[in-house]
């Protein structure tokens, strides 16, 4: 068949027109296609939906020759690939889930110049050779989607897709085009410095949503399910995404829903089969909602979803916004509830200890590690510490430089530059989740504070008009009441205080009028918010810097309404229900000791690990061929052992002992990328023990 490529003296629109079936560009898409075209390097940051793709595809059929794709998302790149095929377009993929042969005949297509698009995974890139393959016909042009997976600021950071920058003067004249949903201005100056883009065009659009409705409800987490079961009960909210922490959770909640209307749970933990069947339920209206972990969604294109609710804090503002984009790309009206409560930080907070060891502990391996190669198990017994504990030092250390390992596991020391790298990966990690909590806790619209946190300041001062601080009556998931007279009597004496003050922190407001905390700091803090969406008060979220920290506070302003409003006004605002913490008030103690009481029931539901001498005889004898096999494979691909699978994977595939793909994906630590690619040897290897 033959394939769609640019006509002489045709115009952009006309091959728009005839080679994607669309009458005109979306808002902002031309520009950005003039300038890729042109052979500029750019970086894209254009919200889910808005057309991003379009900006590479139209430059690369325009310009001839094949544009080089790459991707992290195996979904997303499938799904694509599809999309190019349909309209006629000659693509090929190579990613981890294909078949030699099928990457082998995708190369050849390539260098006979067959291709108009190839799409591969980032660490095709360190397979030897296959860069050089790649420059003896250099691509037209390189499109890296989900760019912000390249920056140690971004919400998905990835340390492989760093590498990307060492690769592509190999592949150059051709421009570059670096495309992300999200990224804010320290991401974005990130991305172009690693990537070598100096002088890019840089092209940041259309974060508002003008369709689209926000709410954040503080919720204890034994309520949620419940909740959005009610909240999902009416048909004009469904179709529905629900995005669940944990798959345990997305898959008892998918149960409870599917009991009212058709639904199914999502996570990387089901067969590649079971998933896309799901997605194309969801996709062709068969399934109402989907219970999902956030592996859920990337590349969806469903246009009607009138609903995402997400059941527990995201890790990041940058991940909920991508994840709430995948309502009412239609246009029309959609909402998005955030379930939240202090418990959520907790949860987030034991994680990140467990994956981010303390400096000293990393110090100590990098320490003990030398010019001459030592097996990391050796080191390990030097140094006494236990072994998934040194496993994760020793990754976070090969991550940044401070080690080095081979495929066979000896280790050697390596730059002394990695504790700064650490400590800004680790601080980054706790910056998210600061800003996460903060935003869900903000008091100012919900739209106008994303807007603000990708950098766009000047949108950012118009108000949406209908979250749940700028219109209350159009809520669907947050109830308010009427204050009592003695709320009332507190919200005068704060406009009375700030007439005197002019401004001041929320903090020591409260500490001035109630010394003895009669009324406590969170009651305060709420009734100060619902001043706020009366239009009353104004409140600004501030940083100071002190002992090289950014510490946030909130500070109160009185509008004009507020100045102006005369002293025997009855005051008409709402409170929220789901916040009411009214006389007698909850000290602020208990509230964190209810927190850490369920951080530590969380930490107690966590699988602990078992001492090999606590294992069955066939358990350990599987263990030790995993570890021969896992050897042989590190070998084989050039990288460290625990790269294949760590340690308490194999340990837990010893005991679990799966034999087939399902099985395999049912234990912990393995996802859809490694059963793709190692399953079939590790179901072998147990099925024979």
């Not at 974005?188 to 369709?211: K, S, T």
């Not at 029309?332 to 959520?344: E, G, I, K, N, T």
């Not at 935003?439 to 919900?446: N, T, V």
């Not at 709320?487 to 109630?514: I, N, P, W, Y």
Request: glycine share 6%; with cysteine.
């Amino acid at each position: 068949m033959a394939t769609i490529s640019a006509q002489s003296g045709e115009t952009l629109v006309q091959l728009l027109q005839r080679a994607f079936g669309f009458s005109s560009f979306r808002v902002n898409q031309e520009v950005v296609c003039r300038a890729a075209i042109e052979g500029k390097d750019v970086l894209l940051v254009m919200p889910t939906g808005a057309g991003k793709s379009l900006c590479f595809q139209l430059p690369g059929i325009a310009r001839g020759g094949t544009t080089l794709v790459i991707s992290p998302l195996i979904a997303l790149m499938e799904d694509q690939v599809a999309k190019l095929n349909s309209l006629g377009f000659s693509v090929a993929r190579i990613h981890s889930g294909l078949e030699r042969a099928v990457s082998r005949h995708a190369c050849a297509e390539y260098l006979a110049g067959a291709l108009q698009f190839l799409f591969i995974a980032p660490e095709r890139l360190r397979v030897p050779g296959f860069i050089e393959m790649l420059a003896k016909r250099k691509p037209s042009l390189i499109a890296i989607d989900e760019a912000h997976c390249i920056s140690q600021w971004g919400h998905d950071f990835r340390p492989d897709y760093r590498m990307l920058g060492q690769f592509l003067p190999a592949l150059r004249p051709a421009p570059v085009i670096a495309l992300t949903a999200t990224a804010t201005t320290r991401v974005q100056d990130d991305i172009a410095a690693q990537l070598g883009m100096a002088d890019a065009c840089r092209f940041v659009y259309g974060f508002r949503r003008e369709n689209l409705g926000i709410e954040v409800v503080e919720m204890a987490p034994s309520m949620r399910a419940d909740f959005v079961a009610r909240l999902l009960d009416q048909n004009a909210r469904r179709p529905a995404i629900v995005y669940a922490p944990t798959r345990k959770q997305a898959e008892a909640l998918a149960e409870k829903l599917s009991a009212m209307f058709p639904a199914a749970a999502y996570h990387a933990g089901l067969d590649s089969q079971h998933r896309d069947n799901v997605q194309l339920r969801f996709q062709q209206g068969r399934l109402e909602a989907v219970v999902a972990t956030v592996a859920f969604g990337m590349g969806i294109d469903k246009a009607n979803v009138r609903t995402v609710i997400h059941t527990a804090l995201p890790g990041s503002v940058e991940a909920y916004y991508q994840e709430i984009g995948r309502a009412g790309r239609d246009g029309l009206p959609s909402r998005a509830v955030l379930l939240y409560s202090y418990s959520d930080r907790k949860t987030h907070e034991f994680f990140f200890e467990r994956d981010y060891p303390p400096v000293d502990m990393l110090d100590r391996v990098y320490r003990r590690l030398g010019q001459a190669p030592l097996h990391k198990e050796e080191v390990r017994g030097q140094l006494r510490m236990d072994s998934d504990l040194f496993d994760k030092a020793l990754e976070k250390l090969a991550i940044h430089g401070g080690g080095v390992v081979d495929f066979e596991e000896n280790a050697t020391q390596g730059t002394r530059g990695w504790r700064e790298s650490y400590a800004a990966e680790s601080q980054r990690k706790k910056t998210q989740l600061d800003l996460a909590m903060q935003y869900a806790e903000s008091s100012q619209c919900r739209m106008a504070s994303l807007i603000r946190h990708f950098g766009d300041v000047a949108d950012a001062r118009r108000a949406c008009g209908h979250c749940d601080v700028c219109a209350p009556d159009a809520c669907i998931a947050r109830r308010f009441r009427v204050p009592t007279e003695t709320e009332r009597q507190t919200a005068r004496s704060v406009l009375q205080l700030l007439k005197k003050s002019s401004a001041g922190s929320t903090g020591r407001l409260h500490k001035d009028m109630f010394p003895r905390e009669e009324v406590s700091r969170d009651a305060f803090e709420n009734l100060l918010r619902a001043l706020a969406s009366a239009g009353l008060i104004r409140l600004e979220e501030l940083t100071f810097e002190k002992d090289d920290r950014s510490i946030a506070y909130r500070k109160a302003s009185l509008t004009r309404e507020g100045e102006e409003l005369p002293a025997n006004d009855p005051l008409d605002f709402v409170l929220p229900e789901s916040l009411e913490q009214a006389v007698p008030p909850r000290k602020r103690s208990e509230t964190k000791r209810s927190a850490t009481a369920a951080a530590s029931k969380t930490k107690s539901t966590l699988p602990r690990r078992q001492d090999t001498s606590e294992m069955p005889a066939h358990a350990v004898a599987i263990e030790e061929k995993l570890r021969t096999w896992r050897l042989s494979q590190a070998r084989k691909h050039g990288v460290p052992a625990f790269c294949i699978l760590g340690n308490q994977t194999i340990r837990a595939i010893a005991q679990e002992r799966p034999i087939t793909l399902e099985e395999l994906l049912c234990v912990s630590g393995i996802g859809p990328a490694k059963a793709e690619k190692f399953g079939e040897e590790i179901c072998r290897i147990c099925a024979h023990g």
